[in-house]
């Protein structure tokens, strides 16, 4: 080195780094409008985010013989847990926890489905029998009425007889979507019973090696908020399976009490579609209503409209806060739309698993966006859709020792 660089060094410092020279903006970029750049920019990443969930969703309903079964067991794994894990914490072996999960399940499922047939078998024939007599009974007030012709009334009542065939169709194809054949529907139920046995009985080694699948610095994050969803998900599960017991029993009995038939497979019905919040209690309690409006007539029908509608009201604002209390706390509106979207995709399964998995989703994703899942605290925004557990992040055993 020269002396003339050194001696200025000495006299000044350290010289600062040659600036680098300014890069050449390209002038039809600059020509853009800054908030159309943000746009199209914000446009192309969520485009690429739609055609993700398409795939998705396509693949979902392609493999649909295998998905349905594989949700159906997870969501019996989520309802049976509480009562499993708490049998393991009480020293049961788990080999005998598993038997008497499957076991009890198997009965009370058998059961239901014993007492619908044999009630069905018992007032079926006298139920058609009476509708037959009420809808003629229905023809001969219209005509007797005057108001309108007779072609036109028979045209109405032709076309309301069409509907209700047409719509019974719809009901019974929705119904075996998930199989289209018996040997399906065989095969799925064989394939959501082995499911549920190897979730309870080494759930925690198939998510273990699930999660080995992610790369390694994600794969704390993704345990976390995997398990929040599945905290989440086992508290829907005990959520809806109080709001069906309600629901089913509540209606039943009413519709026992009124003297309209069908009262268990009434409740049974009802029961079921529970698990389609809003939708499924709207459906089955308008079948409840119309059975006792084809037996017992409009009377008897209107105290059954006003058994469903008290059943539900007091589920839904009285039983359900108090008992359960801020287990799952979701927008009406993210329920019904949810539930639509899920219907349209996946007919009576869309519909059944829409609102599950969008808790779940929910709440991975506010695990993971907020980074409450380093800390455990919660997020401060009110969420749309507001699940447990109130705390997110961190189990039981972390906080413990912290």
């Keep these: 080195m020269s002396e003339e660089p050194r001696r200025r060094r000495r006299l000044f410092g350290r010289m600062p780094p040659p600036r680098p020279a300014p890069r050449q903006q390209d002038p039809i970029v600059e020509s853009v409008p800054p908030a159309l750049r943000i746009a199209a920019a914000y446009g192309w990443r969520l485009l690429i985010l739609a055609a993700v969930v398409a795939v998705m969703v396509w693949l979902i309903i392609e493999f649909k013989l295998v998905v349905v079964p594989v949700l159906v067991a997870i969501l019996l794994t989520a309802l049976l847990w509480p009562f499993f894990a708490w049998m393991l914490s009480h020293r049961v072996p788990r080999p005998l926890a598993i038997v008497i999960s499957l076991v009890g399940t198997i009965a009370i499922v058998t059961g239901l489905i014993w007492l619908v047939v044999w009630q069905v078998s018992e007032q079926a024939a006298l139920v058609r029998e009476r509708a037959g007599e009420r809808w003629a009974e229905l023809q001969d007030w219209l005509l007797g009425t005057g108001v309108l012709p007779e072609e036109q009334v028979s045209d109405m009542l032709a076309f309301a007889s069409d509907f209700l065939r047409d719509e019974s169709d719809f009901l019974v194809s929705g119904a075996l979507s998930v199989g289209s054949t018996v040997g399906h529907v065989g095969a799925g ?90 939708v499924g209690a709207i459906v089955s309690g308008a079948l409840a209503v119309l059975i006792a409006l084809a037996y017992n007539g409009p009377w008897i029908a209107l105290a059954m409209l006003a058994v469903v509608l008290v059943v539900q009201q007091v589920e839904s604002h009285v039983l359900q806060p108090v008992v359960m209390g801020a287990a799952v706390k979701v927008h009406p509106l993210a329920v019904v739309l949810v539930v639509m979207a899920g219907s349209m995709a996946g007919g009576i399964a869309g519909a059944l698993f829409a609102v599950p998995l969008a808790a779940f989703v929910n709440v991975v994703a506010v695990t993971l966006s907020t980074g409450s899942w380093r800390t455990g605290d919660l997020p401060e925004n009110d969420l749309l859709w507001r699940t447990e557990p109130r705390t997110i992040g961190r189990g039981e055993e972390e906080e413990e020792t912290t």
């Design 189 to 278: 139920a064989l394939l959501a019973f082995f499911t549920l046995i190897c979730l309870l009985a080494s759930g925690e080694e198939i998510w273990g090696w699930t999660s080995r699948l992610f790369p390694a610095r994600a794969r704390v994050a993704v345990d976390r908020a995997a398990r929040n969803g599945w905290a989440t998900l086992i508290n829907y599960a005990r959520t809806q399976i109080f709001v069906a017991s309600i629901d089913g029993i509540g209606i039943g009995v009413g519709a026992a009490l009124l003297g309209v038939p069908l009262a268990i497979p009434i409740g049974v019905t009802v029961f079921l579609a529970a698990f389609v919040p809003f």
